[in-house]
């Protein structure tokens, strides 16, 4: 039965869904977050023939398909808000000043990973500035990007955005690094190549065994949704995947303050590094 309206959610219900997505992804709901959950999931249980979060919860636990469902479930439940040039300071000091010390230091190739990437802007958006800057060609720079959410991370794949996730981009780059057709903006597949994408959930420590180890990590925005314990497990998977030295990227209202002291924190003007 359809019911019309959102599903509502019981007090214990709440409880066990919010620790079954703790558990899987490490993103922590406050009790003011019952309402996001009731939203963002009542038509899911609607395609389920559910009418209860009960219901939900029995199928997520023991039914043949649970861990398709698990992957669905944490689809529906991301923030996934993002856009290309964003926090741009950080970026334009990677180019200018991070690069150069490591090349300084002897490197002659570099790897830089994105590690909660959502739908690729800000991993593209590296390689277009890299691009404006001349080192792509110039030097073996990889450019990895991880999500926990398949969704998203299909739509990077794809390179196809709307004029949503060009919110104070020059018109230049958009001009020259997109082609426009009807409201999509398809990516130059030359950028595009230059990221490689894959589903990682920062949660499992091996989340970077497909690369090995990082010069530079961006984790932005996304440490917010974490409590303490999984931000720890976090940033200490963060030191052993960084190669020494080793640069990391959080967002701006992100700190590794009471989560860890094995990094030196650097206020380089437009933001913070922390060093390995
Ligand atoms: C708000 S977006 C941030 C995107 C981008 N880093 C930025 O700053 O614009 C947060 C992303 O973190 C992802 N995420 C949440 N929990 C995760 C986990 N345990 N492992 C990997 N990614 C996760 C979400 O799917 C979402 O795409």
Redesign the pocket.
């Known amino acids: 039965m359809i019911q019309i309206g959102t599903i509502k959610i019981k007090d214990d219900e709440f409880v066990e869904l919010k620790d079954i997505i703790y558990n899987?992804?490490?993103?922590s709901f406050s009790d003011s977050k019952k309402y996001l959950l009731e939203n963002r999931l009542t038509k899911r249980l609607q395609e389920l023939n559910f009418n209860s979060f009960k219901d939900y919860i029995y199928y997520l636990k023991y039914n043949v398909k649970k861990k398709e469902e698990m992957e669905i479930l944490?689809?529906l439940v991301?923030?996934?808000?993002?856009?290309f040039l964003?926090?741009r300071a950080q970026m334009d000091y990677m180019i200018k000043t991070v690069i150069p010390e490591l090349q300084a230091k002897g490197k002659r190739s570099i790897r830089i990973w994105?590690?909660?990437?959502?739908?690729g802007?800000?991993a593209y958006s590296m390689a277009i500035l890299l691009n404006e800057a001349g080192l792509l060609n110039r030097m073996s720079i990889e450019i990895y990007a991880?999500?926990?959410?398949t969704e998203?991370l299909e739509t990077a794949k794809q390179g196809i955005y709307r004029s949503v996730s060009f919110r104070g981009v020059p018109p230049q780059i958009v001009d020259k690094y997109f082609t426009k057709d009807g409201f999509s903006f398809k990516l130059d597949p030359l950028i595009a190549s230059q990221v490689k994408f894959f589903q990682?959930?920062?949660?499992?420590p091996l989340?970077a065994s497909k690369f090995g180890k990082a010069d530079i990590i961006?984790?932005?925005?996304?440490l917010?949704?974490?409590d303490m314990e999984?931000k720890i497990k976090?940033i200490e998977t963060f030191h052993k995947t960084l190669n020494d030295p080793g640069y990391l990227f959080l967002?701006h209202s992100e700190t590794l303050n009471k989560i860890s002291d094995k990094f030196q924190m650097k206020n380089f003007g437009g933001g913070i590094v922390y060093l390995k």
């Open positions: 899987s992804s490490a993103i944490l689809n991301t923030i996934n808000e993002t856009y964003r926090e994105s590690s909660a990437s959502s739908s802007e800000e991880s999500d926990i959410n998203v990682g959930n920062l949660l499992s989340v961006f984790c932005r925005n996304v917010i949704y974490f999984a976090v967002g």
